[in-house]
């Protein structure tokens, strides 16, 4: 995930960004859902060689789009993904666009079926009072956009109220988002370090080996 990325056009089948996933499609393949940086995106690296080592392409943003790509239409695309990886920690419960492909995902139905998690360390779900936080901090996200806006014309803030929408949306699915995913057996970082990622890996073999 891009940091702070964003857009609002679904791409044309004849866009570059499209084309690239297009020719995806060939070979086997899953989707990685992830917040740039630190631990996150070090454990994408070694996932995306592990993958490749059995065959699999691992589909991220920072490969898959090219310069002036059309970001929100990457990110749908990876909300309709037959296998979507998600490696879940608090800096990805607090971005906007980490959050967008996850609901994108959900939306598009056989949530369980389709994610495959890896819950960080820090992602601090597991007790309801530690989930509320995520709540508290996405009301006041649209606290703070909303008060922003009070200062400004209402005339012309198309892309602004977009970002409220969102955030509203966030707010209203992330409860039970993080309840679902509590709920799945994850396994630990270190488990799936020390064994090389082989649960996740067969997981996602397996479903793409039953893809209809």
């Keep these: 995930m891009p ?6 056009v679904e791409a044309t089948p004849s866009s570059p960004a499209d084309i690239a996933l297009e020719s995806a ?11 740039w940086g630190g631990e996150s995106e070090a ?5 995306e060689r592990v993958f490749a080592a059995r065959g699999i392409a691992v589909v991220r943003d920072k490969h898959a789009l090219g310069y002036k790509a059309d970001i929100h239409a990457f990110m749908q695309r990876l909300g309709r993904g037959r296998c979507v ?15 967008f492909e996850l609901m994108q995902v959900a939306a598009r139905g056989d949530f369980q079926d389709r994610v495959f998690p890896v819950l ?3 992602a601090k779900i597991q007790r309801a009072a530690e ?10 996200q649209i606290r703070e956009l909303d008060e922003a806006l009070k200062t400004v014309s209402a005339a012309d803030l198309k892309g602004f109220r977009e970002e409220i929408d969102l955030y509203t949306e966030i707010r209203r699915t ?3 988002l993080t309840a679902i995913l509590r709920n799945m057996n994850t396994l630990s970082t270190q488990m799936h370090s020390e064994t090389d990622f082989v649960a996740l890996v067969d997981a996602v073999s397996a479903r793409l080996t039953a893809r209809s």
């Excluded at 940091?3 to 609002?8: E, T, V």
């Excluded at 989930?131 to 006041?140: F, I, K």
Aim: proline share 6%; net charge negative; glycine share 4%.
């Design 3 to 8: 940091p702070d990325r964003s857009g609002s």
């Design 85 to 99: 990886i998600a490696v879940i920690g608090d800096k990805y419960l607090r971005s906007p666009h980490c959050m």
């Design 120 to 122: 960080l360390d820090d």
């Design 131 to 140: 989930r509320v936080r995520y709540v508290q901090h996405w009301e006041a």
């Design 174 to 176: 992330i409860a039970e």
């Design 25 to 35: 499609d060939a070979s086997p393949e899953v989707f990685v859902s992830y917040a």
């Design 43 to 47: 454990l994408v690296d070694r996932l």
